[in-house]
């Protein structure tokens, strides 16, 4: 079996706003250039674990210290901005393979929101609507439920509405009018 030395293959370069402290890899890693082994009386850089965040945990994070103070950032970001150029200034990275621990710098590309979203619906990942969403509190037969008891029961207040399904006048004003969920018919 042929071992692959990653170390010789793995690129790494500073972090912006990090210069000389920590490190970001062509392979997805993060290491601190400065680990203090009190107990050894040594120093050296030190690979750091990361661990999972985010909605669902679907992204790794990372903590990183300046001044005695840390803050936690998205791995893949950390490494986008150490090796792909955004001259667009983009604000948001993709995963061009839809692996979100994925990060190595072949599978990463700056985007705005509506490009991150527009690749996942093209992958078959995200609707953008309906009870399928992960963001919905709704189902479709609720929504027909709604719109029956709105047209049935003239003068029902939507607030009265909102509190039988859980949610707020508003959104229950923008679906009674067709303004929100007008995908799904009577």
């Known amino acids: 079996m042929l071992k692959i030395n990653l170390s010789m293959i793995e690129e790494w ?7 000389g402290k920590y490190q ?3 392979s997805g890693r993060i290491k601190s250039l400065i680990f203090k082994n009190k107990v050894a009386q ?4 030190k690979v750091l674990k990361q661990a999972l965040r985010g909605s669902k945990g679907k992204y ?3 903590e990183l210290f300046k001044h005695n103070k840390g803050k936690k950032f998205q791995t893949a970001r ?4 150490a090796f792909i150029p955004n001259p667009g200034n983009k604000p948001q990275v993709n995963h061009k393979n839809l692996n ?3 990060n190595r710098v072949e599978n990463l590309e700056w985007c705005t929101q509506s490009e991150n979203i527009l690749h996942s619906f093209a992958n078959g990942r995200v609707p953008l609507f309906g009870e399928k969403a992960p963001w919905s ?3 479709e037969n609720q929504i027909r439920q709604m719109r029956l008891i709105w047209k049935a029961e003239e003068g029902i207040p939507q607030r009265k509405i909102a509190k039988m399904f859980n949610i707020d006048q508003a959104l229950v004003s923008r679906i009674v009018n067709n303004k929100a969920w007008k995908h799904v018919k009577d």
């Open 13 to 19: 370069r500073d972090i912006k706003n990090y210069e």
């Open 24 to 26: 970001a890899s062509s």
């Open 42 to 45: 040594f120093e050296r850089d």
């Open 60 to 62: 790794y994070f990372v």
């Open 78 to 81: 950390l490494v986008a901005g």
């Open 100 to 102: 979100k621990l994925d």
């Open 137 to 139: 509190k709704l189902t």
